[in-house]
């Protein structure tokens, strides 16, 4: 999972002080009250159900060609599913139907061998081996291009450009298909002898997220939300409040790279993880550590070792915390978002089988599960589950 990687993978503070700071006024900015809600989790929390427009249960098939070891991202784009399966891209349609692996992996110019990360802009999936991202058309699976790139983590698409992270100095950087840098946006960064050794990596989620015509970027470290806009300036689109729950500078681990006291430190605090549609703004609540104190925040995902999500609703500027329903929506926490109001998971076969048997009789299970989970086998690919929010 893209959430349990190392903490050696964490990546700097962003600060709203950068060399191409935008125009918005700090009091202008939405607040997203996290650490309010927490604080008052009765008067604070929703059903799911109250945010649902639809849900479906899309079961991957399973074919020789085909089979997923674990899911490492979801695309849907068009219609169509793209999952990463470590270091392969799979394409489904709408109904789960297998259409093709995309690109071919191995050592030559139109191939890739491995997979850092992978986006899809304008009908080009674009696959980052970390030298060089190798570029397909999304219509066919065609190869579109090679471009050099330099050994980053993360890569999005805007402007005619490709977006990454250097973790070496904190810098949002901006490369064109030379793979020479073109701009960059300055973070706040620590220099080489202000961090321990080895901790100055990257985030352990995705740093990018929201839509092609709102790019957004964050990092756990920091209470601000960014656009990356058409002059590549940074403008704060949200602030994440987390209150008593949020990290303090000084308990960072970059500053000692001491493990042990950085778990004791951060049993009692928030790493938030947003996603983004048109209407919302899902955070996932996650920890810093391997321990946590905090209990009953809301939904748990064993699955990504986080605690809870809440929804933040745009249009009435409110923050709710999202209670557990295992009827309603069984396997399903928010990982993944589209460009519209969908949110994406996925529940192994296997898994989802034996919860069923062993809980029909103790709970009403929503029909679409039901109806999904009768018809899998133990070996069948992962099953997707797909949610269409309310507008």
């Given at each position: 999972?893209?959430?349990?990687l190392s903490v050696s993978f964490m990546f700097f503070l962003i600060s709203?002080?950068?060399?191409?700071?935008?125009?918005?006024?700090?009091?202008?900015?939405?607040?997203?009250?996290?650490?309010?809600?927490?604080?008052?989790?009765?008067?604070?929390?929703?059903?799911?159900?109250?945010?649902?427009?639809?849900?479906?249960?899309?079961?991957?098939?399973?074919?020789?060609?085909?089979?997923?070891?674990?899911?490492q991202k979801i695309i849907c784009y068009k219609g169509d599913f793209y999952?990463?399966?470590?270091?392969?891209?799979?394409?489904?349609?709408?109904?789960?139907?297998?259409?093709?692996?995309?690109?071919?992996?191995?050592?030559?110019?139109?191939?890739?061998?491995?997979?850092?990360?992978?986006?899809?802009?304008?009908?080009?999936?674009?696959?980052?081996?970390?030298?060089?991202?190798?570029?397909?058309?999304?219509?066919?699976?065609?190869?579109?291009?090679?471009?050099?790139?330099?050994?980053?983590?993360?890569?999005?698409?805007?402007?005619?450009?490709?977006?990454?992270?250097n973790a070496d100095n904190g810098f949002i950087e901006f490369i064109n298909?030379?793979?020479?840098?073109?701009?960059?946006?300055?973070?706040?960064?620590?220099?080489?002898?202000?961090?321990?050794?080895?901790?100055?990596?990257?985030?352990?989620?995705?740093?990018?997220?929201?839509?092609?015509?709102?790019?957004?970027?964050?990092?756990?470290?920091?209470?601000?939300?960014?656009?990356?806009?058409?002059?590549?300036?940074?403008?704060?689109?949200?602030?994440?409040?987390?209150?008593?729950?949020?990290?303090?500078?000084?308990?960072?681990?970059?500053?000692?790279?001491?493990?042990?006291?950085?778990?004791?430190?951060?049993?009692?605090?928030?790493?938030?993880?947003?996603?983004?549609?048109?209407?919302?703004?899902?955070?996932?609540?996650?920890?810093?550590?391997?321990?946590?104190?905090?209990?009953?925040?809301?939904?748990?995902?064993?699955?990504?070792?986080?605690?809870?999500?809440?929804?933040?609703?745009?249009?009435?500027?409110?923050?709710?915390?999202?209670?557990?329903?295992?009827?309603?929506?069984?396997?399903?926490?928010?990982?993944?978002?589209?460009?519209?109001?969908?949110?994406?998971?996925?529940?192994?076969?296997?898994?989802?089988?034996?919860?069923?048997?062993?809980?029909?009789?103790?709970?009403?299970?929503?029909?679409?599960?039901?109806?999904?989970?009768?018809?899998?086998?133990?070996?069948?690919?992962?099953?997707?589950?797909?949610?269409?929010?309310?507008?």
């Amino acid at each position: 999972m893209r959430y349990l990687l190392s903490v050696s993978f964490m990546f700097f503070l962003i600060s709203c002080n950068t060399n191409k700071k935008g125009t918005t006024e700090k009091d202008t900015i939405p607040i997203v009250e996290i650490g309010k809600a927490i604080n008052n989790i009765s008067s604070s929390t929703k059903s799911f159900t109250e945010f649902i427009d639809s849900i479906k249960y899309i079961p991957l098939e399973t074919l020789p060609e085909c089979n997923i070891e674990e899911i490492q991202k979801i695309i849907c784009y068009k219609g169509d599913f793209y999952t990463w399966d470590y270091n392969s891209i799979l394409k489904f349609d709408a109904n789960g139907k297998f259409i093709q692996e995309i690109g071919k992996r191995g050592k030559g110019p139109k191939e890739y061998a491995r997979v850092r990360e992978f986006t899809i802009r304008d009908d080009i999936l674009y696959i980052n081996e970390g030298r060089k991202i190798v570029a397909y058309s999304t219509i066919d699976g065609s190869f579109v291009s090679t471009s050099p790139f330099l050994n980053r983590w993360f890569v999005e698409r805007l402007n005619n450009q490709f977006v990454t992270i250097n973790a070496d100095n904190g810098f949002i950087e901006f490369i064109n298909e030379k793979g020479s840098i073109t701009d960059s946006v300055n973070y706040e960064h620590f220099s080489q002898d202000e961090i321990s050794q080895n901790m100055m990596i990257y985030p352990i989620y995705d740093a990018f997220f929201g839509t092609s015509q709102s790019l957004k970027v964050s990092t756990s470290h920091n209470d601000t939300l960014f656009e990356i806009n058409s002059r590549n300036q940074l403008i704060p689109r949200y602030i994440l409040d987390l209150g008593d729950y949020k990290l303090p500078d000084k308990e960072r681990l970059e500053y000692s790279g001491e493990f042990e006291k950085f778990d004791k430190s951060t049993t009692k605090l928030i790493r938030p993880v947003p996603l983004e549609t048109n209407d919302y703004l899902i955070i996932q609540l996650g920890k810093w550590g391997a321990v946590s104190n905090l209990h009953n925040i809301g939904f748990y995902d064993k699955k990504a070792d986080l605690l809870g999500f809440g929804i933040y609703d745009k249009k009435r500027n409110n923050f709710s915390l999202i209670t557990e329903d295992l009827e309603s929506y069984p396997f399903f926490f928010p990982h993944f978002s589209d460009e519209e109001n969908g949110l994406f998971s996925w529940g192994d076969a296997i898994d989802m089988i034996n919860f069923y048997n062993k809980n029909n009789d103790k709970y009403n299970f929503c029909s679409p599960f039901i109806s999904t989970v009768k018809k899998l086998k133990m070996e069948n690919n992962p099953v997707l589950v797909m949610v269409k929010l309310k507008e």
